[in-house]
């Protein structure tokens, strides 16, 4: 697809490595479509819960997402000096009791087999769905868990 492509309404912008800014305006207009299609859509809470140091440098974090009574969990992160020491598993379960505070009852996420499902099987997260083949070598697996 070549940039000068042209259709009715304008032309095509193929980008690798788009500014954050734009993809944040794309995600916006998907959310404004979704809010008009469902009902309920003021329950909508966006969570993150942060490790930070002394100095406010970030050590260790999760983000998601709780919408009616499902949290979404996208990014959980640990610093790799501060692994294997139960700060992801508390992050889990710390994002969890809020999301099940507010009313959530299940929990999903997705990861790659070189990142965590074992991990996640151990906080009682069970596989639903395994797409194989990323990367080439790698497998995705989407989890989901009863709060």
Not at 49 to 60: H, P, Y
């Amino acid at each position: 697809m070549s940039n000068d492509m042209q259709v009715k309404e304008g032309s095509w912008d193929v980008r690798f490595d788009p500014p954050e800014s734009e993809v944040n305006a794309l995600r916006h207009q998907l959310l404004l479509d979704n809010r008009a299609k469902v009902e309920h859509h003021d329950d909508e809470i966006a969570m993150a819960i942060f490790l930070r140091d002394e100095d406010k440098d970030l050590l260790a974090g999760i983000s998601g997402y709780l919408w009616g009574a499902t949290l979404e969990i996208h990014c959980l992160w640990v610093s790799e000096r501060l692994r294997d020491q139960g700060i992801g598993s508390r992050l889990v379960l710390a994002i969890e009791q809020e999301a099940a505070e507010r009313g959530g009852s299940t929990a999903i996420t997705n990861t790659y087999s070189f990142q965590a499902p074992e991990f996640y099987a151990k906080l009682g997260y069970e596989t639903f769905g395994i797409i194989p083949g990323f990367g080439n070598r790698f497998q995705k697996y989407f989890l989901r868990k009863n709060l």
